[in-house]
């Protein structure tokens, strides 16, 4: 079945530090990669839809220059959170939609994002 | 907007028991996707709906999408200790993007 892989699952650093997300489809190409924020006991809250070889598409009230997207292939698109600061830790997950037609969105395994 | 409605928020159940959660809407949704999410993980993909009106069964789980199209349940039997989790029903947006319901917390004790 389709896989998506994010990399990396866990991570840990200090207030201001920039940190980047990988995103990856494993088996399936996807011109379209979607960007989740959760947050404890609530639902997944889409913060931008990721489209390759062009500009996100950022859901309002979510700063563009705070987390920045690039999909420049297929199979990957990253999310950046610059200068990040304890509000931004969170649980952030990716999904990924096959190109060919119409198919669900498979998930990534999530970051949980802990800035001290 | 649209918007999905998820019951029950949350269950706590004998292990054997059977469990059946559904989800709602004021619109209609041409597909509808259950997904379940274990603690630290991403959300995984259990069933697809594609029709109305239609049954569809994986494993233990049974999903139907409802004649309407504005509703949709899940119903989990003789539950396990591994069906814990927190399940989502979500749906395609007139715009593509993925609605999901707010969850159904499922606990289930041994």
């Known amino acids: 079945g389709a896989v998506v892989s994010q990399h990396p699952s866990r991570v840990i650093c200090k207030s201001g530090t920039s940190v980047k997300i990988e995103c990856r489809s494993l088996?399936?190409?996807?011109?379209?990669m979607f960007w989740y924020r959760q947050f404890p006991k609530q639902s997944l809250m889409l913060m931008a839809t990721s489209n390759e070889g062009s500009k996100a598409t950022y859901e309002q009230g979510v700063e563009k220059d705070k987390f920045l997207i690039n999909h420049a292939s297929l199979t990957l698109s990253t999310l950046t959170v610059t200068s990040a600061h304890p509000e931004d830790s969170s649980f952030y997950i990716c999904?990924?939609?096959?190109?060919?037609?119409?198919?669900?969105?498979?998930f990534g395994d999530g970051t949980r994002l802990s800035i001290l | 907007g649209q918007q999905l409605n998820q019951s029950p928020q949350s269950m706590f159940i004998q292990e054997g028991e059977d469990v059946s959660m559904n989800c709602t809407s004021s619109?209609?949704?041409?597909?509808w996707l259950w997904y379940k999410q274990e603690p630290g993980e991403g959300p995984v993909l259990l069933i697809a709906l594609y029709k109305a009106g239609e049954l569809t069964s994986n494993g233990r789980l049974t999903a139907q999408f409802g004649i309407t199209r504005k509703d949709s349940f899940l119903n989990i039997s003789a539950s396990i200790p591994s069906d814990v989790g927190i399940y989502f029903c979500?749906?395609?947006?007139?715009?593509?993007?993925?609605?999901f319901g707010q969850g159904t917390t499922l606990q289930v004790k041994p």
């Open positions: 999904s990924a939609r096959d190109r060919r037609g119409y198919q669900p969105q498979h």
């Open positions: 088996d399936f190409q996807a011109t379209t």
């Open positions: 619109s209609i949704f041409n597909t």
């Open positions: 979500a749906g395609p947006s007139n715009t593509g993007k993925l609605i």
